[in-house]
């Protein structure tokens, strides 16, 4: 079946989809599945957060190129508060960003560093350089992180701090986007999502890779299984 089937146990929703052989021009029968899990960890009766984890898993009958990712949106100061340019937005532990091509909206192939730049968003603001960025944020930036590792990539928080979720993965890469083309859709209570009222955090592989030399290897061959992992952890203080 193409369509999503759902399992559900415990504290684990289990999600099932089968995208048939030329799907949007795509090679192969891909099946995937994504494991959801909610979890809390503690040591010593103390709650030291909860978790919110994403496994991603996906096998292919023919070799075919793959880059599964989650786009959600966030306003860590309320779904309803307007503009998001007030959260504060840290990237951990970054090679740079990947520069975007004007015309095509696709990366040009390079790294570039990002001290000095609007780009070096280190418990920044996100407000703060928007506005020398063309378009706003729409980038993806490089993690450090070994592959396989299920490391810190970001955190996003409430622009007086008390609310916080930090995004965990083992991808290469994360995509900023600062909700450059929101229009006014309605949302939850009627609230009307303007541009910059949400900042989407997408864990993933560098976009274009399939096409761009030194970029980290995005095709699933046959036989193989593809495994990635993002997690949220949502904090408070």
């Known amino acids: 079946s193409s369509g999503i089937n759902a399992e559900y146990g415990g504290n684990t929703l289990e999600f099932h989809h089968m995208q048939p052989d030329g799907t949007d021009g795509y090679p192969g029968n891909l099946n995937i599945t994504v494991k959801v899990n909610i979890r809390t960890k503690s040591s010593g009766g103390r709650i030291k957060g909860t978790f919110l984890s994403f496994d991603m898993t996906a096998t292919c009958d023919q070799k075919t190129p793959i880059n599964l990712?989650?786009?959600?949106?966030f306003n860590m100061d309320g779904h309803d508060a307007g503009s998001a340019l007030d959260n504060q937005l840290t990237i951990f532990d970054y090679a740079g960003y990947l520069p975007m091509d004007p015309?095509?909206?696709i990366p040009t192939g390079e790294i570039l560093p990002c001290k000095g730049t609007p780009f070096n968003l280190d418990i920044s603001r996100i407000g703060d350089y928007i506005h020398d960025v063309p378009g706003g944020y729409d980038h993806t930036f490089a993690l450090c992180a070994k592959d396989g590792f299920v490391v810190p990539a970001a955190e996003i928080s409430s622009k007086?701090?008390?609310?916080?979720?930090r995004i965990l993965t083992d991808q290469p890469g994360i995509h900023v986007y600062s909700g450059n083309f929101?229009?006014?859709?309605?949302?939850?209570?009627?609230?009307?999502?303007?541009?910059?009222?949400?900042?989407?955090?997408?864990?993933q592989n560098f976009p274009n890779a399939v096409n761009t030399p030194g970029f980290p290897n995005c095709i699933l061959?046959?036989?193989?299984?593809?495994?990635r992992n993002i997690t949220f952890s949502f904090l408070t203080q």
Do not use: C, F, M, Q
């Open 69 to 73: 990712t989650l786009h959600p949106y």
């Open 182 to 203: 929101l229009d006014g859709a309605k949302g939850k209570d009627g609230a009307v999502y303007e541009k910059n009222s949400g900042i989407a955090l997408e864990a």
């Open 160 to 165: 007086d701090n008390k609310y916080r979720i």
């Open 103 to 105: 015309d095509t909206i």
């Open 221 to 227: 061959n046959i036989g193989e299984e593809y495994k």
